[in-house]
Structures are given as structure tokens and as C-alpha cells.
């Protein structure tokens, strides 16, 4: 199983990282390793003083596919859920500034949370107008709606897939809203598609 993240897929978040507006998606990698334990909580790295939460709709691909028209790319998912891509800021700025590659910021061992459940794609009348939202410490900090992606998901699986084949049990992050912040120890983050509940872990 990889997972396969796309970057900067909401205007208002570009702008608050005060990033460049992309021609195309942004793609980078997460390893398995990356996946947070079921019932872990989640340790902030040494490497890092400044760990961001990203709150972000996944999809699971169902069956092994490459170029993937973007007329048939509904077929690849039936499952939409819900996650965070934990960012260590601070380390990629620095990666940034020297036009390094991001995964040590992106892609070490907890920094993607992956939700408890799963939702049927059909339990939503319209995948273009799904919300989404993390509370931190019962707060809301980030709020999103598919409807703002730049690219939908059918776009970014047919898109991807001209790189990567996909392959059964492979996880699509989709992009992050505005909002993102640092976590601190003691931290609990709540996720939830709607209104109903997906994840919730700790900081330590």
C-alpha cells in the first residue's frame, strides 16, 4: 500500500503558506511506515518544533489501474475517508530554501493519521459538496468542502495514475484546506466528515 498526498489543492491554503499557485497537481509520497497506529497517540518528532495538522479527505483505490481516463476514474473508489498529514514546517522550509525534496518533513514515522471508518461514495448526494473539519481541543481550526478543490478527485486519480500505477489498497490524501497550525503536547484532534465523528488522537 503507498500513499499518495497532493499538495496545495485549495486556493485559501496556497495563500496562507504564501506558495505558488500551481499549473498541475503537486504529488509526493508517503511510506506505510508514515501511518499512525490505530489507538496510538501521536509523538511529536525531535527534528521538529513546528509539526502542522492538515486535515484532508482520502479516497481508497479499489482496483489496479494506470492511465486512467477521467471518465472512468469513479470506477478505481468506492470509499471516502477521512485524515491528517502531519507537516514539520520548520524542516520543510529549510528543504524548500535548498529546492530539496520534502519527505523527511512529509513522510516520517506517525504523519499520517488515517480515520477509523470508511463511508460508501454513495452515501453522499453529491461528492462535490462534501464538509469536513478538525476541532483542536474541541475548537475548529480547519474547515473544507470538496466543492474548493482545484482538482476533484476524479482528475487527480486519472492524473496520477499517468505516473504511478495504482493498485488495490493504495490511500489518495487530497489536499488541505486553510487553517493548518502547529500541534503542541497535549493536543486532541477530532475529525469529522459532516457531522459525524472519524478520528480523534492525542499529542504527546
Known amino acids: 500500500m503507498k500513499i499518495i498526498c497532493i499538495g496545495r489543492n485549495y486556493t485559501e491554503h496556497i495563500s496562507e503558506l504564501n506558495n505558488e499557485r500551481p499549473e498541475e497537481p503537486v504529488i509526493f509520497l508517503k511510506p506505510d511506515t508514515a501511518v499512525l497506529l490505530k489507538k496510538q497517540p501521536f509523538f511529536i518528532p ?5 509539526v502542522h495538522y492538515e486535515v484532508e479527505l482520502l479516497v481508497r ?8 481516463q477521467e471518465k472512468f476514474a469513479h470506477k478505481y473508489y468506492d470509499e471516502i475517508g ?3 498529514d502531519f507537516t514539520a514546517r520548520d524542516l520543510q ?3 524548500k530554501e535548498k529546492g530539496l525534496p520534502w519527505e523527511k518533513s512529509k513522510a516520517f514515522d506517525g504523519a499520517a493519521v488515517i480515520g477509523e471508518k470508511w463511508m460508501n461514495k454513495n452515501s453522499f448526494s453529491d461528492l462535490n459538496n462534501i464538509n469536513f473539519s478538525l476541532l483542536k481541543n474541541g475548537e475548529k481550526v480547519q474547515k473544507g468542502n470538496s466543492g474548493n478543490m482545484l ?9 496520477v495514475s499517468q505516473f504511478f500505477t495504482l493498485k488495490i489498497g493504495d490511500i489518495i490524501f487530497t489536499g488541505t484546506p486553510q487553517g493548518v497550525g502547529k500541534v503542541s503536547i497535549n493536543d486532541t484532534l477530532t475529525g469529522f466528515i459532516e457531522e459525524e465523528q472519524f478520528f480523534s488522537i492525542n499529542v504527546k
Not at 46 to 50: L, T
Not at 62 to 68: E, L, M, P
Open 93 to 95: 522550509k529549510k528543504l
Open 82 to 84: 477521512l485524515g491528517i
Open 151 to 159: 482538482w476533484k478527485t476524479d482528475e487527480i486519480i486519472s492524473y
Open 61 to 68: 483505490i479499489k482496483k489496479v489501474g494506470k492511465y486512467i
Open 46 to 50: 525531535d527534528f521538529s518544533d513546528d
